[in-house]
């Protein structure tokens, strides 16, 4: 999952929704709403360690 999420920050800022998308194409087997909780989850884990931030509503690598 970070893996991915990661991934798709690489190409600049996304919104939560964008990002779920971009994580479905590698866990095509989940449904949009297992997969945004599971991102929803792991961001907040991300951004409690420093590893992403969010400016309004985007989410951005926190190293940026």
């Known amino acids: 999952m970070r893996r991915a999420i ?3 920050l690489r190409e600049g800022p996304k ?3 964008d990002i779920v998308r971009h994580v479905m194409r590698y866990k ?4 949009f ?3 945004q909780r599971r991102v929803a989850t792991t961001l ?3 951004k409690d ?3 992403v ?3 309004g509503r985007l989410w951005l690598n926190g190293k940026v």
């Open 15 to 17: 919104t939560g929704p």
């Open 53 to 55: 931030k969010r400016e």
């Open 28 to 31: 095509g087997e989940w449904t």
């Open 44 to 46: 907040t884990k991300l």
């Open 33 to 35: 709403k297992e997969t």
């Open 6 to 8: 990661f991934s798709a």
């Open 49 to 51: 360690a420093g590893l």
